[in-house]
């Protein structure tokens, strides 16, 4: 795209450069984790270099650099989410802990029997299964806004589905599996009008679409740095200041406290209630560089690329004979899914691998949406910035390849 220089930012991760079984690596499975540039690489050494020590406890000079970095970190994914207050930033594991977070502490206070937790038909397991754990504890019931053939949300239908006993709307920003970008925004609207708090699971939006959660409206939004260029084992809870004072505590222990006696233990404010014991430091300093370096770049012109590089992709696929897309919703980003006649995906994602070429084949933890679209598997590319139209070349005449290998 112009203004957009896709081979810059390659030079930012020495990883596309390597060969795989002899032949130039073609990265598509960036939604299971993307690369990380050198730049976060080098904050996080840097970090272990020059400042680590433990975080808001000691009094000497190391302690207060590594809490300034820390801290400085939660103020940058602040201002990436624009949130309004850098206490509404809980630093998580990732979006699955995050998710879990949320389902036992304002879940658990929330949501009583008889209740309802309202999700869509395209979640990933992680915004599923810690709600239908929260609703088999307290007997409430796990109801599902269902979606068209294309993969699109049937916004009427959810409507419908939120009722006087709703507690909670829980939807992905951007599916994984197919890439359908949800209006979130509208869903925020209509859960609000009935005074229904929405939590978001941008695990895949944060990467792809913009997220500012004052424009959303969102109560809740969750993503993880590894699938938005930064570290695995760091990831981000926000949520509303009046929800998370509001919360009780989920894990116990140092950090979270303000006094502890036996008699009574007082917890500390947000964020540091939900963060008991020693935190990811050098996570969070390495997701705060990820977010410099995203941000740095021009982008409105990287989010085009995408979007071309997906249109290139679209077309270039729906060439080959026998090959389906699934997921075509209209404004979808960064995921091709795709079956092929009678070939098993596995077969699919075995035969491009051999030609240097990652993807993804499988349920991609959302068995649900494959049971709705009447598939096992799906062989899956997944893009991030640093994709071009000649990897999809790539892919294209591998997936040509694969088509004689099993005609
Ligand atoms: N939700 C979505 C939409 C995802 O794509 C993923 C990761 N595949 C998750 C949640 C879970 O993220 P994590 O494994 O980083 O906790």
Same mark, same amino acid.
């Given at each position: 795209a112009d203004g957009f220089d896709v081979e810059r930012v390659r030079c930012d991760f020495p990883i596309l450069a390597r060969p795989v079984r002899g032949k130039p690596l073609v990265y598509l499975d960036s939604a299971a984790t993307t690369q990380r540039p050198r730049q976060v690489v080098e904050a996080m050494a840097r970090f272990f270099d020059q400042?680590? @020590?433990n975080v808001h406890r000691g009094v000497h000079f190391l302690s207060e650099k590594a809490t300034a970095s820390y801290e400085g970190a939660r103020e940058r994914v602040r201002r990436f989410l624009n949130a309004r207050e850098s206490r509404e930033i809980v630093f998580v594991r990732g979006t699955t802990e995050a998710i879990n977070l949320v389902a036992f502490t304002f879940g658990k206070q929330r949501v009583g029997a008889g209740d309802e937790v309202l999700v869509s038909a395209m979640e990933h397991h992680s915004n599923i299964v810690p709600w239908q754990m929260l609703c088999e504890e307290k007997g409430a019931k796990l109801v599902v806004a269902p979606i068209d053939d294309r993969g699109v949300l049937l916004l009427d239908e959810l409507e419908r589905r939120i009722g006087p006993r709703t507690r909670l709307v829980a939807v992905s920003h951007v599916s994984n599996a197919l890439g359908t970008v949800n209006p979130v925004k509208r869903v925020v609207e209509l859960a609000h009008a009935r005074g229904v708090p929405v939590l978001v699971d941008g695990a895949q939006g944060a990467p792809h679409v913009p997220a500012d959660v004052q424009d959303l409206g969102c109560d809740f939004y969750a993503f993880s740095g590894h699938k938005i260029y930064g570290p695995t084992g760091i990831?981000?809870?926000?949520g509303r200041a009046e929800h998370l004072e509001a919360m009780p505590p989920w894990q116990g222990g140092g950090d979270m406290i303000l006094s502890v006696a036996? $008699?009574?233990t007082i917890y500390?404010?947000?964020p540091y209630k939900f963060e008991a014991g020693t935190p990811n430091m050098a996570g969070a300093v390495g997701l705060g560089a990820a977010l410099d370096w995203l941000e740095a770049l021009p %982008? $409105? @012109? @990287?989010? %085009?690329? $995408?979007?071309e590089v997906l249109a290139y992709g679209t077309e270039q696929l729906g060439r080959i004979p026998g090959l389906r897309i699934l997921g075509? *919703?209209?404004?979808? *980003?960064a995921v091709l899914s795709f079956v092929m006649d009678d070939i098993h995906p596995h077969d699919i994602g075995t035969v491009l691998d051999r030609e240097g070429i990652a993807i993804r084949t499988g349920h991609h933890c959302a068995q649900p949406l494959m049971a709705r679209l009447g598939v096992p598997a799906t062989a899956r590319a997944s893009l991030g910035i640093y994709n071009t139209t000649a990897e999809i070349d790539a892919l294209a *005449?591998?997936? $040509?390849?694969?088509r004689r290998m099993f005609a």
């Open positions: 400042e680590n @020590a990831g981000v809870l926000y036996f $008699e009574k500390n404010q947000i %982008r $409105e @012109a @990287a989010w %085009r690329h $995408e979007d075509t *919703a209209p404004g979808k *980003a *005449a591998g997936l $040509e390849k694969v």
